[in-house]
């Protein structure tokens, strides 16, 4: 198989959707990080749980030295509000493993701005961006099968559940399982011609 690691294109960032603009971290977007992160809420049905200040400062340099990785397969991005500048999320793109084309996606939402639609917006603009400038075949995503808004959101980009990895993988003392959601590129691509009808 050839190598098609090398000649990874990458996404036009920032992206923008009608609202928002998901864009790189820059160092001074820890503490707005920070401040959702520290929220209980928002690990309800993740592994892990609120992280300590300087594991979030550690994630931001993480986040811009994946930046500059050529070819690039780590995308964690800032999910800003395009109005205010706010940042109200995170967005995932991973490329795995690279010169199969296949992405994995994944996206967090300030708990104050829940139920905008701002996960499923953030969603479909990575999965459009991971299928025509990453021309990727295949974009998954996963979450613990208690996260029913998460798995709202799969559903709602059309994607099919291809299964559950019963506890694969533990944290915090206990194994977690995942539900694995996917869409390839040709689904994607009748999806579009049907929408733009
Ligand atoms: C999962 C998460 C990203 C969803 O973000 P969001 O911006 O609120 O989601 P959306 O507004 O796009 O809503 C998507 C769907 O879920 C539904 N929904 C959202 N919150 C809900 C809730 N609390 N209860 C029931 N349904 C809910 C919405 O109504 C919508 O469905 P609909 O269009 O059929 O009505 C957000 O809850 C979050 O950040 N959770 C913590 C981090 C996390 O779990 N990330 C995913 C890990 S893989």
């Not at 294109?9 to 001074?28: C, G, K, N």
């Not at 701002?118 to 459009?128: G, H, K, M, N, W």
Request: hydrophobic letters at 35%.
């Amino acid at each position: 198989m050839s190598d098609t690691t090398r000649d990874l294109p990458s996404p036009p960032l920032p992206l923008t959707t009608r609202r928002l603009t998901i864009r790189e971290y820059t160092d001074e977007d820890w503490p707005a990080v920070y401040a959702y992160v520290k929220d209980d809420s928002f690990w309800k049905h993740q592994a892990g749980g609120p992280p300590i200040e300087e594991r979030v400062k550690a994630l931001i340099e993480w986040a811009a030295r994946e930046q500059n990785f050529s070819p690039r397969v780590n995308y964690y991005l800032a999910v800003t509000e395009t109005k205010s500048g706010d940042i109200v999320g995170e967005a995932l793109m991973k490329v795995i493993p690279p010169g199969h084309g296949q992405g994995e996606i994944g996206f967090g939402i300030v708990p104050s701005q829940w139920r905008k639609g701002y996960a499923t917006e953030v969603s479909r603009a990575l999965i459009d961006a991971g299928f025509t400038t990453l021309n990727l075949h295949r974009i998954s995503a996963q979450c613990a099968p208690e996260n029913k808004v998460s798995i709202r959101v799969m559903q709602k980009l059309d994607m099919a559940r291809e299964g559950l990895m019963r506890e694969h993988y533990r944290a915090g003392g206990k194994y977690w399982s995942s539900v694995v959601y996917a869409l390839l590129a040709r689904e994607y691509e009748k999806i579009k011609t049907n929408t733009s009808r």
